[in-house]
């Protein structure tokens, strides 16, 4: 053991140390995904002539391409390693971020014309406009592709993170934390990155969006320098004294643990194997039935905002909206102590507690079944419906993330988190291209050149008239309705999620290897 940790004294943090840095990877994530959903709508959609369908279409299938990286990016992390996995996860995403400034040039050079005010000013409906779409759409994808790819570490990494460095009962509450940083992610995108894109548009560099990628995307490679030199295993750590170490290893004391020598190699878990256990299933379950409503939330919110109430993703009042969002969601961490209450309380074994308190997190979603009826009276009654619903949705995260590390072994967490991060991929895919298709059909269609087009507001207002005509749904019009009928959907996940659960695996039951 390392000769510099102190073998008597007060105990150290460092835990908490590398949760703050778990935090920031998880902010910096967040900031990723953030910058094309507040972009897209006022910055992007008009130079390259995309509709809901184009834009739903981008972020589905970056959702379907994140599943898949999940699951194998679980298994790279066990495999690589802790430090070197996140160090590879994180600079892979960072690089994908910043291609997101080329795509613009690379549509240019594509049709042949010159800057983007000569794709602007194609004429909606066109030809040209339609190539222009699809081919900066395959653009995006591409560079989408690489973002998934890395972003798909994040999770797994972070939960094997806090396997090591925190026991049981702390771990959803160390997890908690950490995920706060999607929310501190999300917050701080509306007042930074409209803004960055307004004034390099402003300054004349590109469109202005191009920058707000680049410059979101350098701080990655500013979190890489630092955890080269902040992450150690706790056994080899100089930071982490005997009581701490014996705070963090006090799991293998209780009754019934398998107790690994220090040298010994752990058994390992096969890929395949992990799939025969009905906690790989239970997890998987209910992040297929959840992680979709978190990324609508994230990916929507700010399109619902211009869609229903006409205010711009720049706009100050579009910015105080999303702030408050998601200041609200930031009621999650407490979320992640819930269960340590329940086990201070009641004696309960950590699956008990979560679940219990995953019960409770899952009502919270059902307010978001009159989120659109009572905008009908004030668009802040929605966004805070929505903030409570993904502060919900952050503190049943956590929870479930730690039912993994309770039930497996750590040589298998990473791989397990990413087989479940690949089905809440999946159930993001579905919700996310299902929404751009029901909100394209929702607006109805007009005539432009001779070709059936979405109608806008803007459309509508100058005169133009439906070839076909707007959805309704229960006493709303055209795209309201559609966003009505995806917050039933939203409402209802999480308790169908719980109870599917429930049913796999009715107790705690940790896996053992012979």
């Not at 993170?161 to 999607?182: H, L, M």
């Not at 869609?307 to 999650?332: C, N, R």
Request: hydrophobic letters at 50%; proline letters at 4%.
């Amino acid at each position: 053991m390392n000769t510099l940790r102190n073998a008597m004294g007060k105990m150290t943090n460092y835990r908490w140390a590398i949760c703050a840095m778990l935090f920031f990877a998880t902010t910096v994530n967040y900031l990723d995904r953030q910058v094309l959903s507040l972009t897209w709508k006022d910055f992007i959609a008009p130079e390259f002539h995309w509709t809901d369908n184009d834009y739903g279409t981008i972020t589905s299938i970056f959702s379907i391409i994140y599943a898949f990286s999940m699951l194998f990016a679980g298994r790279f992390i066990d495999w690589m390693g802790t430090k070197k996995g996140y160090l590879w996860s994180i600079g892979i995403w960072s690089i994908g971020a910043c291609l997101h400034a080329a795509c613009g040039y690379a549509t240019e050079m594509w049709v042949g014309l010159d800057n983007s005010n000569a794709l602007i000013a194609v004429e909606t409906g066109s030809v040209m406009a339609v190539t222009i779409a699809t081919v900066s759409v395959y653009f995006f994808l591409a560079a989408r592709f690489i973002l998934a790819l890395g972003e798909a570490g994040n999770f797994p990494a972070a939960i094997k993170v806090t396997a090591e460095y925190f026991p049981k009962k702390d771990r959803a509450y160390a997890t908690s934390i950490f995920n706060a940083g999607a929310t501190v992610g999300a917050l701080a995108a509306p007042i930074t990155i409209p803004l960055l894109a307004r004034y390099f548009k402003e300054i004349g560099i590109g469109n202005g969006w191009e920058m707000a990628f680049i410059v979101i995307g350098a701080l990655g490679f500013i979190w890489m320098g630092l955890w080269v030199f902040i992450y150690t295993e706790p056994r080899k750590s100089k930071h982490v004294n005997e009581a701490e170490l014996e705070y963090i290893e006090q799991d293998k004391y209780e009754a019934g643990a398998v107790v690994v020598p220090e040298g010994t190699e752990e058994k390992k878990l096969s890929f395949l194997q992990c799939f025969c256990y009905k906690q790989t299933w239970a997890f998987a379950s209910g992040k297929f039935m959840t992680d979709g409503v978190w990324w609508f939330f994230l990916f929507w919110t700010p399109a619902y905002i211009s869609d229903v109430y006409g205010f711009s993703s720049d706009s100050p009042t579009a910015m105080l909206l999303i702030f408050v969002l998601y200041a609200i969601t930031m009621l999650s961490i407490y979320g992640g102590k819930l269960p340590s209450i329940i086990i201070s309380r009641t004696g309960m074994n950590p699956y008990a507690a979560r679940m219990r308190a995953m019960l409770i997190f899952a009502f919270f979603p059902l307010l978001a079944l009159f989120a659109q009826p009572l905008g009908n009276y004030s668009y802040w009654f929605p966004v805070v419906i929505i903030g409570i619903a993904g502060a919900a949705h952050q503190a049943w995260s956590a929870n479930i993330f730690s039912t993994v590390s309770d039930m497996f072994p750590r040589t298998a967490i990473a791989t397990v988190t990413g087989i479940g991060g690949m089905a809440g991929g999946v159930g993001s895919y579905i919700i996310n291209k299902g929404s751009g298709m029901l909100f394209s059909y929702a607006a109805g269609t007009t005539i432009a050149n001779g070709t059936e087009v979405e109608m806008t507001k803007e459309m509508l207002h100058h005169g133009a008239q439906y070839a076909r005509p707007a959805m309704e749904f229960m006493g709303f019009s055209g795209k309201p309705a559609g966003y009505f009928i995806i917050f039933c959907i939203c409402a209802v996940a999480y308790l169908i999620g719980w109870l599917i659960m429930k049913a796999l695996v009715p107790k705690y039951k940790p896996i053992v290897i012979d």
